[in-house]
């Protein structure tokens, strides 16, 4: 691995020498021009670095600036964004300002010093990079928790994702050529629960008719196709919401709950604006945390075969499926087939900077989780930022009073789900 620092205190520069040169060339720099240089050289040979160290606080410039410029680098030579170098912002600042304007400029994470070994081992083991960290020198004492034990086996084919549901599958064939009234209706009737269901849901008082449904023709008649496949895709998304430990259940509960909500009020929002949006916003707010379900559903097995060795620390588990879902989302969807636009939300959902420029349909669901985490959830985003400042809300023009609408109009339809 090539790797670069970028600090000018001469003794952390030495502890993350020592960590990074037992993977490869490493070289250090004490200020950010002389950096920059070596980041354009790299790119002109063709050898690019992959992990980039980089202090806030440099003698010649801000790190920022010097973040900006390296990643608009990568940019003029097209890399793509899963081979831009993974850069970790260092500093004795803890202000959320500056953490928001390292995010928002580009950067992978942010270490605060002072900092140890097992400290930052810990930051790279979280990157990705991290397959580099898991069997390196000096960093293989133990895997740390669960999570990196179900990675570590995922990257070595030990472990297989769990497959999309058949009739998703087959729903989500069909709407890539065209939603059909009667193919719908002869697939739904091939799964009876489903039929039973899709039924139930348009006898609901939220469509308010006098006359009840007992077909499906009438059923997906009175809902619409669009509306129809929404309904069956959570139906069938609610089978990964579910855990063989029982000392997870309220937690996949949680996590179905926030996603389900998460869904409706992304489709609501989409309407609300009247934004015309190519792939379906309903089905992104449903699976942008899937990344969360399946490594927690895979902890869970896996901790039921004592393949774990002992207790599991639930609190560091779930910190460290937080801290990996976006990018094992991603692959869940890439090997669903999803289309990369899908992927993208599980990617940057909750990190709307790292994504230029910014999708519609990302500033949607990007809101819409905030949201829901601040209304529904009752647990506000780490970072502290309420949905109606976040940059998602600024970019599609939300007001004080779009927002109590569309909370009147999300509780409606979620009434539909009982």
């Not at 001469?10 to 250090?28: F, M, N, S, V, W």
């Not at 400042?389 to 970019?395: G, M, P, T, V």
Request: hydrophobic share 40%; charged share 30%; glycine share 6%.
């Amino acid at each position: 691995m090539k790797s670069l620092i970028i600090d000018s205190d001469p003794a952390d520069c030495k502890l993350l020498q020592e960590i990074l040169e037992g993977l490869g060339e490493c070289r250090t720099f004490n200020s950010g021009n002389a950096a920059i240089t070596a980041v354009k050289e790299a790119l002109e040979a063709g050898a690019p670095f992959e992990l980039i160290t980089l202090e806030v606080v440099l003698s010649d410039m801000d790190g920022t600036e010097a973040l900006f410029e390296i990643r608009d680098m990568e940019e003029e030579w097209g890399i793509g964004e899963e081979e831009t170098a993974v850069i970790m912002m260092v500093t004795a600042i803890a202000e959320r300002d500056a953490i928001t304007t390292a995010f928002s400029a580009g950067c992978d994470d942010y270490v605060v010093k002072p900092f140890d070994n097992k400290g930052i081992i810990k930051r790279f083991r979280k990157s990705r990079l991290r397959d580099r960290f898991l069997s390196a020198k000096g960093t293989d004492t133990e895997i740390e928790n669960p999570i990196d034990l179900v990675i570590d086996r995922f990257n070595k084919g030990k472990i297989d994702i769990p497959p999309l549901p058949g009739l998703s599958i087959q729903l989500n064939e069909m709407a890539k050529k065209g939603l059909d009234f009667k193919e719908i209706s002869m697939l739904l009737k091939q799964d009876m629960a489903i039929t039973s269901k899709i039924i139930s849901m348009s006898n609901a008082s939220y469509y308010g008719a006098a006359i009840k449904t007992k077909t499906v023709e009438q059923a997906i008649s009175r809902l619409g196709l669009v509306v129809t496949k929404q309904y069956v895709e959570s139906l069938c998304n609610r089978a990964f919401f579910v855990t063989i430990s029982k000392k997870y259940t309220k937690a996949t509960e949680e996590l179905w709950k926030h996603s389900l909500h998460c869904a409706v009020t992304s489709e609501v929002v989409a309407k609300f604006l009247k934004l015309d949006l190519k792939e379906d916003v309903f089905t992104m707010g449903l699976m942008h945390d899937i990344g969360k379900m399946v490594l927690l559903q895979i902890s869970a097995e896996l901790e039921s075969k004592g393949k774990f060795g002992g207790k599991v620390d639930q609190s560091e588990l779930f910190e460290s499926i937080d801290a990996h879902h976006n990018t094992f989302g991603a692959r869940v969807l890439r090997k669903w087939d999803f289309v990369e636009a899908y992927v993208q939300i599980a990617l940057y959902h909750d990190e709307l900077g790292k994504q230029r420029p910014i999708s519609k349909d990302l500033q949607v669901v990007h809101f819409a989780n905030l949201f829901v985490k601040e209304m529904v959830d009752e647990h506000p985003d780490s970072t502290g930022i309420k949905a109606e400042d976040a940059e998602s809300a600024q970019l599609l023009g939300m007001t004080p009073d779009m927002l109590d609408k569309i909370r009147e109009e999300v509780d409606r339809q979620m009434s539909v789900y009982g």
